[in-house]
């Protein structure tokens, strides 16, 4: 039993302007706004942070130079200098297992080490600010180990007054921190910034810095274009595909179906000023992949229906397919949708604005399917006649092409 079938052919060229009000909506919105670039694709710094308490504390009152190093497995202290016995003393955490263990186990001549704590933290936790010297002075250096009681949304309040920060959790790693850097404010001022307003709310003695990363504008301008030469790819890539598998006109309705979605979504990312992020272009690529198999399952029952159906003209042939696939189209789009909003209900920060744009582009990888690639399809079909099959061009001496499976067309 044939299911009922749905005009669609009717809404092509009225869905065809309402796309095309919509992208030149978007490229007002562009010239006009410009589209909001995330950390990502700016010049500033990543850093890494835990907020730990200090549980020693180390400095030095002599000549030679004496310096401090954490790592895995051990504790080293190195003396070099003019007129000093160079030699590098090792603490291995295997023999002493505790704080209070390594730091009775000091036993250089200057170097002083003092507890700051019980001394019961394992050794095999202890960890240093990378953005002090390890240079032991008679200032003491401050070793970490273990982490304070402090949550993410702890971190973000303190570090609100900064424009442009993200701060992401690393569990019991610490902190990521990303901020973008203006043309007027160098990358280590805004980092000196941070460590302060960190050590105002938290102390300034819990602050670590484990690793700190800076991004140039040159470096930030390239991600920009490789994202760009991404996502032509890909389209390219896909347009390739459905060539082989179907036929041109077939593959470049999909193509411009997909072009259409990317452009849709950029529109609303635009208008609404979120944060173009690595996350939100990878959500953009998503329906990108999603919206051409969608496409591609009605474009195998258009090929399916060429051999089983007698029509007049091509867009009687897309609307009995489209409404053989409309159920299949909304309730895929649906259940997509049910877990996507989930995903934006319960989560915050790039996450809410990733499953925000896959709203947008999965609605509009539905609607494209249906109307856009479909209507470019008939468009460049209306001459079709139903001898020539799915290929123009293999129409044959007596005007009937002859399937594999031997059905008549």
């Not at 950029?266 to 998503?286: N, P, Q, S, Y």
Request: charge should be neutral.
């Amino acid at each position: 039993m044939e299911k009922k079938l749905h005009l669609f052919s009717k809404g092509f060229v009225p869905c065809g302007i309402l796309s095309i009000a919509i992208i030149l909506f978007g490229v007002v919105g562009f010239v006009t706004r410009g589209i909001n670039f995330g950390i990502d694709f700016k010049p500033g710094f990543i850093e890494e942070v835990r907020i730990a308490p200090a549980v020693a504390e180390f400095s030095y009152n002599g000549t030679a130079k004496v310096s401090v190093d954490a790592y895995k497995t051990g504790f080293d202290l190195v003396v070099s200098g003019t007129g000093a016995n160079n030699e590098t003393k090792s603490y291995a955490y295997s023999e002493y297992a505790t704080v209070a263990d390594l730091v009775k186990a000091i036993d250089l001549d200057g170097v002083k080490a003092v507890l700051k704590s019980d001394g019961s933290e394992k050794t095999s936790d202890l960890f240093l600010n990378s953005a002090v010297s390890t240079v032991l002075s008679k200032s003491p250096l401050y070793v970490y180990a273990g982490n304070e009681n402090v949550t993410v949304d702890d971190v973000r309040a303190a570090l609100a007054g900064f424009e442009g920060v993200s701060v992401k959790s690393l569990g019991a790693n610490g902190f990521q921190i990303r901020m973008a850097a203006s043309e007027e404010e160098s990358n280590q001022n805004l980092q000196n910034s941070v460590t302060e307003t960190l050590g105002e709310v938290f102390g300034a003695e819990k602050i670590a810095i484990i690793k700190t990363d800076f991004i140039g504008s040159s470096f930030s301008k390239s991600l920009a274009q490789k994202s760009l030469i991404l996502l032509v790819l890909t389209v390219l890539l896909i347009w390739v595909y459905a060539a082989v598998r179907f036929h041109w006109d077939f593959a470049l309705g999909a193509t411009i179906a997909l072009f259409h979605d990317a452009l849709f979504m950029l529109t609303f990312i635009i208008w609404t000023r979120m944060e173009f992020t690595t996350t939100v272009l990878a959500a953009v690529l998503t329906i990108v992949g999603y919206s051409i198999n969608d496409t591609v399952v009605i474009l195998d029952r258009v090929r399916s229906n060429l051999r089983l159906k007698k029509v007049d003209n091509f867009n009687q042939l897309l609307d009995r397919s489209l409404s053989d696939t409309l159920g299949r189209s909304i309730i895929t789009t649906l259940t997509t949708l049910f877990a996507v909003v989930a995903l934006y209900v319960f989560t915050t920060g790039s996450i809410k604005d990733f499953a925000l744009a896959l709203m947008v582009g999965l609605v509009s990888g539905c609607y494209s399917s249906l109307f856009i690639s479909s209507g470019f399809i008939s468009l460049f079909r209306k001459n079709w006649k139903q001898e020539y099959g799915i290929h123009h061009s293999l129409k044959n001496e007596v005007g009937v092409l002859q399937m594999n499976d031997g059905v008549t067309v």
